[in-house]
């Protein structure tokens, strides 16, 4: 999860993440990723008419290893030891041309309800409104069953007519014939076919996620 004790002045003054040749992969040449900016109100969103990939999971299900993953950059959207850090939407610029937003974990205990409220509000809010979202990755752990307020998500972006990807992650830290169980589970409990693995130490399923990535910025 990102660490936010920083100033977000401090934040969105470092300079762009240059991504080496070595790590460019297949699909889309990543040449540049940058912090932007915490949104903490609807007001603080960019301004930039830019298509925006949102990444959604519960707290310490693995989003930000996940964008670093994709990325290449190590360290880009910082993770925590501590669920529950994120408390804000954390939008990143990604070639020039389109933005990854983090937003807040959901389902930690020990987050103060009144915490978790304003964080559900802060989100549903942005899922709801903002026109230029193309794709929500909803990530689950594929070590887990989906939990009531994933299928609780998923059920908010079918309903709303969302365009959707789901990705389970950790998927190395299962035998083959384990994760194909989890799967298979995952499908019934959220009733699609399509769900992508996903590891962030191996990098497999990247490819996958970032056609469907480029599928929907294609469309925008």
């Known amino acids: 999860m990102r660490d936010n004790s920083g100033s977000k002045n401090e934040q969105a003054s470092k300079p762009p993440i240059l991504i080496s040749d070595a790590d460019r992969r297949r699909f889309m040449k990543i040449t540049s990723a940058e912090f932007v900016k915490s949104a903490f109100t609807e007001d603080d969103w960019p301004r930039l008419e830019l298509p925006e990939i949102a990444f959604l999971g519960r707290s310490n299900v693995g989003k930000s290893s996940l964008m670093n993953s994709l990325l290449g950059v190590r ?7 501590t669920p529950g850090r994120t ?6 610029l990604i070639n020039k041309r389109f933005h990854f937003v983090d937003l807040p ?3 930690y205990a020990r987050v103060p309800k009144e915490i978790k409220q304003s964080w559900g509000e802060m989100a549903e809010n942005y899922l709801a409104k903002r026109a230029r979202l193309v794709l929500s990755i909803q990530i689950v752990d594929s070590r887990h069953e989906p939990t009531t307020l994933d299928l609780q998500l998923h059920d908010w972006l079918q309903h ?7 990705v389970a992650t950790k998927s190395d830290k299962l035998s083959q014939n384990d994760l194909r169980k989890s799967i298979a589970r995952v499908h019934q409990l959220m009733c699609t076919e399509k769900v992508t693995t996903y590891s962030a130490t191996t990098r497999k399923g990247r490819d996958e996620v ?3 990535i ?7």
Do not use: C, D
């Open 75 to 81: 360290g880009l959207a910082r993770t925590s030891s």
């Open 87 to 92: 408390q804000s939407l954390n939008f990143f």
């Open 105 to 107: 974990g959901y389902g």
């Open 160 to 166: 709303h007519m969302k365009p959707q990807l789901i």
């Open 210 to 212: 970032w056609r469907a």
């Open 214 to 220: 480029e599928e929907a910025l294609t469309v925008a």
